[in-house]
């Protein structure tokens, strides 16, 4: 734990030096990476923000993830995919293996895409999971929740992004 406060002291240190934020930032777009898909096709991610976008980071050992998997459905199912595009990054899978058989178990019926890569994890400062990043409609981040989540904040959020406004869920931290 040491080790992870000083270097978290160091990336604050040198994110102030020089004036540039670290990782994914609440009104800038999110970072874009070529991810291989659970089809094995390399897509840019970025090509995927055209329209209101949770991207949800996740792995095969989180309980918590599953529950957010039913809530994602459930959100998909009131918001309707023409307002909403949900996508997931697996961050334990190197390849379309784990992510088809992750997606395939949990009926994840969204697209899905291998995130075992260190520039992608440090990008969008992923050190744990769940972690959710809410993209408006012009391709902006306006929430990111490291945490678990529940149904009512995963749904003001995604109002949020449909509406091109902040997020009013009192309960929101950036971790």
């Known amino acids: 734990m040491k080790v992870f406060k000083v270097f978290l002291a160091i990336a604050v240190m040198i994110s102030l030096m020089y004036g540039e934020a ?4 609440i009104g800038e777009p999110p970072p874009s990476f070529v991810l291989l898909n659970h089809e094995g096709r390399n897509v ?10 949770v991207i949800y980071f996740t792995h095969n050992a ?14 998909n199912e009131k918001f309707g995919s023409e ?5 997931g990054i697996n961050v ?9 058989a992750y997606r395939e178990e ?17 990008a969008y400062e992923i050190y744990y999971v769940p972690k959710l990043v809410f993209i408006d409609g012009t391709g902006i981040v306006r929430q990111v929740v490291g945490h678990y989540i529940h149904e009512p904040e995963l749904h003001e959020n995604i109002n949020a992004i449909i509406d091109n406004r902040p997020s009013t869920a009192h309960w929101n931290i950036r971790m």
């Open 106 to 122: 949990l009926g994840f019926i969204f697209p899905m895409f291998a995130g075992n890569r260190g520039d992608l994890l440090e």
């Open 62 to 75: 989180c309980h918590y993830c599953t529950q957010i998997i039913a809530m994602l459905k459930r959100a």
């Open 44 to 53: 840019d991610i970025s090509t995927l923000f055209n329209k209101p976008t």
């Open 83 to 87: 307002k909403l595009r949900i996508i």
């Open 22 to 25: 670290l990782g994914v930032s």
């Open 92 to 100: 334990m899978a190197k390849d379309q293996k784990l992510v088809k």
